[in-house]
RNA sequence: GCUGGAGUGGCGGAAUUGGUAUACGCGCUGGUCUCAAAAACCAGUGUCCUUACGGGCGCGUGGGUUCGACUCCCACCUCCAGCACCA
């Protein structure tokens, strides 16, 4: 028998179907025995599966099954992130359901994971679809707004027109819809919000603990919380009195303020020009920015526009009055809407203040330029130095003076030590169908009610029309929508929106503790067992959406008392795409290569060894079709070698024996074990660890037994070890050949190999020696020798001899077992 | 602009953390087998000089530290990703 398609068909689909009938990935809670909780980020279901998934989930098997073989007692469960927009779509396109459409996708895609042979628990299969999955994300959202965590409120939101439907901040991604990429429009509308920004603080604080995360997620995570420290200060207008407050973070620059300026949506302009003779020029200017579209107003050259107000404004530090002018480049939704300008010390202000001649003052000297004016200035100045014209303050370095300055305001009470945050509350109501629905009714009388736990879940209605048109399709359903007040019993509303679907991925590992539970959300001991998840493996593009909701979600579960822990994933890890010709594979560009067809010519295991053989799994994937040849040659070789070279022997080998050919065997079968355990457990290299073996492999071929038993013991030993080793990447395959060799399935139970420290032990080490920093010689020298001996040893050598005799040796530097360097 | 990361053969990528640069694989060249081809196996494969022995040069660029630098330090270039008129 060799190795073809015919061959990988049998074997592949025989070790699927032992493992589903002996439930070989099964997982049960038991203190007693060491956990491991390994995830993957679960799928939409759109179909079949795409390389993509293939790599990310053949990452994530390696890791379970390893884990299982060292004995670990492993979760690796399963499931679909099922609501949806393009559900809907596709319902619409196809005229069908987008429940039927779904639970198709998930039927392919359950097959495909099949024929990947990945390890999963199916008994804990979820679809967030469900009743019994969206149940409790209802239930989540009541406890959150019984704790005032879920609020509704109105205010300017995100709107996607081609969607139709809000999109929440980490979803606008240059001001695009990050699914449909159309550009995103600002609407005013009441909306339900969930108070993300109180955990800020310990959103932030906690990224610290992550030790074991990338460190660019946690950067964009950090940056996306965005905390700055500052002053808030506050101006008085001149003839109305009101106070305008303004966010800085550069107090010590106070002095220089020279104007203010408020963005054109903020509430004072209205009533600072009406009845002015600055009314006309001021509305016409608001009309202008407010027609152009946001990231038009954020592109291009940056000039900045605005128009005086007519108003002036107090500084509160030197009772200056100031011109109060409002501008493009200031925005409503960060800080106050309102700022300080100081044009010497700020670019954007500088370049304002230029363009409509205001007046600047320096108060920061540049030490290297100390004639520095402001006629002079073609930049801001925003390096350290000196405080000038900042009356008591001036002399300070500026960095202290922040501190000095803004104590100083607190006690004279024109100023408010501060932090400012980017993080902004998080949307989630969505005028979407496909969705869990928002379990809220509205009462005349009682007003905005939850909907009682004993009702749960407020069912999604099954036979709606979708047209896509027309907004929100459950505000036309009359039977969803007319409901009972929990509370007087007087006919009420229920709310039509359905939740974002981030809420439902926010929590979903938590409920593979324990998936069919119907009275809880989960088992708490259950969830203390397995959780947090050891390595979570997922694409990059959750860096700030997913993970961040992920890590809220699990501090309020938390502080309700459901959970003992702060993070849900202790390592992340984030796998590279996969290109084609360069580029990321997708349908339009037409440049797809499918799993499908790469298993059905070549296996499931050929397709695991390549993807996982070609690049370390952070990087990016280049696919190659003659490589993936290669790959399928390497399980051939193997095949052959436990088929035809593996034999049946009475005794063992007895290292005491060994000739330098089954030394070298040896140590190379251990120095295998060595590094793809290491490779698998830390940094998760399986390019490097499958090249150990692919090593072994090429020494174990050229290794003949003579037909004498304690080699071919040894040249067992070797097979077997290369089979153990490459059971995680190859599965199917090293089932096969485990039972060939007279071992009972399954591989998975059979212990993973020691190293033995005494097997990598040299006799003699093949040394360079070096003169003069060159390689002049490599001589094999007896392990761990004195320095006198290698000395005498190395300079008796011809080569080294006729580069180093006649002169003075200088220095002699011994690295044991490696190099030495002669310095002459 | 800020943040994170990367630059090594024809290609994907290694390098025990300062110690033989290019492991492993792909590709290519030559050979064995064959009527022939494929497959398989064997040998070779950074670059320049040399018939050869051998030697020079080589990890984005330039400098530095060191007996020794892909690895550490300084300055710069290019590319990728994320964020961004964030006050």
Redesign the pocket.
Known sequence: MAYTTHEIQRIESKWQAFWQKQKTFQAEADPSKKKFYCLEMFPYPSGRIHMGHVRNYTIADVVARFKMMQGYNVLHPIGYDAFGQPAENAAIKNSTDPGKWTYRCIEQMHADFIKMGFSYDWDREIATCDEQYYKWNQWIFIQMFKKGLAYKKASPVNWCPSCETTLANEE???NKCWRCKNEVEQKDLEQWYLKITEYSEQLLQDLGTLKNW???VC??Q???I?K?Y?VEMYFKEVKTGETIP?????PDTIFGATYVVL?PEHPLVERLVDGTSRETDVKVFIEKTKNLSKSL??SGD????GVFTGAYAVNPVNGEEVPIWIA?????????????A?PTH?Q?DF?FAREHSLPMRIVIQDPQRPDLTVEKMTEAYVGPGKLVHSQRFDGLENEGAKHKIAEWMEGQKTGTITV?W?LRDWLISRQRYWGTPIPMIYCKTCGTVPVPDQDLPVVLPKNIQITGEGGSPLAQCKDFVEARCPKCGASARRETDTMATFFDSSWYYLRYCDAHNHDKIFDEDKARYWMPVDQYIGG??H??LHLLYSRFFTKFLRDLGLLKIDEPFDRLLTQGMVLKDGEVMSKSRGNIVDPGSVIERYGADTLRLFIL????PE????W?D??I???W??L??IYNAAQKRHRPVKGDFDARNFDQDDQGLYRELHAAIRKVTSDFSE?L?F??A???I??L??RL??FDPCGDEGKQALLNRAIETVILLLAPIVPHLCEELWQTMGFSPSVMKAKWPCFDEQALLQRTA?V?V?V?????A?VELPADAAEEVLRSLVLANE?IAGYVSGKEIR?F?V?PN??I?I?V
Do not use: C
């Open positions: 606008v991604i240059e990338p460190l660019r950067a964009m950090e940056n996306w965005g700055s500052g303004i966010f800085t973070t550069r963005a107003r954020m940056q000039r900045k526009e493009d480049y200031v925005l409503m939704e960060y800080g106050t809407g309102a700022i300080m100081v700020d954007r370049l400012h980017r990059i593009e860096a700030i053989f070609a690049a370390p990087d990016q994937l280049e190659n003659g490589a040849d290669g790959a040659k390497f051939s070789r940094d290299k390019n490097t499958i090249a150990q692919m090593i492999m090429n071929e050229k093949l360079v070096q003069n920093g060159k390689v002049r490599k080569k220095k530097i690295v490696r190099l360097s310095v």
